[in-house]
C-alpha cells in the first residue's frame, strides 16, 4: 500500500522560509514522479515542482522558480521542498503527490497517489 505523509507546513511571515517533507512508502519510486502541488481556496490544485528519479530531472512554476528548491533521496522515498523568500501568495495547502512513470504530468488528474496535505501559510 503506497502512502506519503507531508511534514513541515506552518505559519511563517512574509520574507521567511519553510521546509516541507514528504516520507514515501510501499513502492520504490526511483522511476517515478513526485510531485508538491498547493490549492488556496476557491483556486483549483496547481503543480509546484517535480522531481523524477529517472534522470534526475525537475520541474518548477513560475511563480516559484529561484525561491523554491525540490530535492529527493536517491530512492525519492523521501523528498523536500525548500521554500524561501515566502510570498502570502504562496499560502495554500501543500500536497505530496506521486505516479508512476517518469513524465512530470501538470494535470493532478495524472497522479495516483496523494498525501493529506500540510497547511502552508504566510503573513504579510
Known amino acids: 500500500q503506497v502512502q506519503l505523509v507531508e511534514s513541515g507546513g506552518g505559519l511563517v511571515q512574509a520574507g521567511g522560509s519553510l521546509r516541507l517533507s514528504c516520507v514515501a512508502s510501499?513502492?520504490?519510486?526511483?522511476?517515478?514522479?513526485l510531485a508538491w502541488f498547493r490549492q488556496a481556496p476557491g483556486k483549483e490544485r496547481a503543480l509546484v515542482a517535480g522531481?523524477?528519479?529517472?534522470?534526475?530531472?525537475?520541474f518548477y512554476a513560475d511563480s516559484v522558480k529561484g525561491r523554491f528548491t525540490i530535492s529527493g533521496d536517491s530512492a525519492q522515498n523521501t523528498i523536500f521542498l525548500q521554500m524561501n523568500s515566502l510570498k502570502p501568495e504562496d499560502t495554500a495547502v501543500y500536497y505530496c503527490?506521486?505516479?508512476?512513470?517518469?513524465?512530470?504530468?501538470?494535470?493532478?488528474?495524472?497522479?495516483?497517489?496523494w498525501g493529506q496535505g500540510t497547511q502552508v501559510t504566510v503573513s504579510s
Open positions: 503527490a506521486a505516479h508512476p512513470t517518469p513524465i512530470m504530468y501538470h494535470d493532478p488528474a495524472r497522479y495516483d497517489w
Open positions: 510501499g513502492r520504490t519510486f526511483s522511476r517515478y514522479v
Open positions: 522531481i523524477s528519479g529517472s534522470g534526475p530531472s525537475t
